[in-house]
């Protein structure tokens, strides 16, 4: 990857440091390749509207917070490749609104704490995962979960069973 100016790769180099420097500049080079960011999560809409609590791992996930919140507790672990997506399109009869058509608010996400959101997982608006519970790869939960210790999974989420839960074919 070329910069327009030396200038500017100088002035890049001094105030950000020399090992940030070249992760940015490996992370770009990999992104026009085609390689997807998969070192940091990428938010659209307001940022201030996503809110971690606590300590928890968020690496490349995306989230969409047009029309709500994003809260994860402390203590969840978010796989790569995952969506948050409180952005919604509202429609009258099957035909889309132009005016107020992607409301700011009523669509949030709640994950509570300990949880486990495995590779790939999609949440959409409205939607909630328990404390202490697994959403497994892949899935796409669509609705508030309310009971804790959960193993969910499935399009659309479903409880499977709870955490800690053996069946006989898991042995």
């Keep these: 990857m070329t910069f ?39 938010i659209y809409g307001p940022v201030e509207r996503v809110v971690r609590k606590g300590r928890n791992s968020i690496p490349a996930a995306i989230f969409n917070t047009r029309s709500g919140y994003v809260r994860i507790g402390d203590g969840t672990v978010v796989g790569n490749e995952c969506m948050f997506l409180t952005g919604v399109h509202l429609f009258n009869n099957g035909i889309r609104k ?35 519970s697994i959403v497994c790869t892949g899935a ?10 959960v193993v969910l999974a499935g399009i659309p989420a479903k409880v499977i069973r709870k955490v800690g839960e053996i ?3 898991d042995e």
């Design 140 to 149: 796409v939960v669509t609705k508030k979960f309310t009971e804790p210790g």
């Design 4 to 42: 327009k100016s030396a200038d500017f790769t100088v002035k890049k180099l001094k105030s950000w440091g020399v090992k940030r420097f070249f992760d940015e500049l490996l992370i770009k080079y990999l992104c026009s390749l085609g390689f997807r960011n998969f070192l940091y999560p990428v």
């Design 98 to 132: 132009h005016e107020d058509e992607v409301p700011s608010e009523g669509y949030d996400i709640t994950v509570g704490k300990g949880c486990w959101i495995a590779w790939g997982v999609t949440m959409i608006g409205g939607s909630s995962v328990p404390d202490n």
């Design 167 to 169: 069946r006989e074919t």
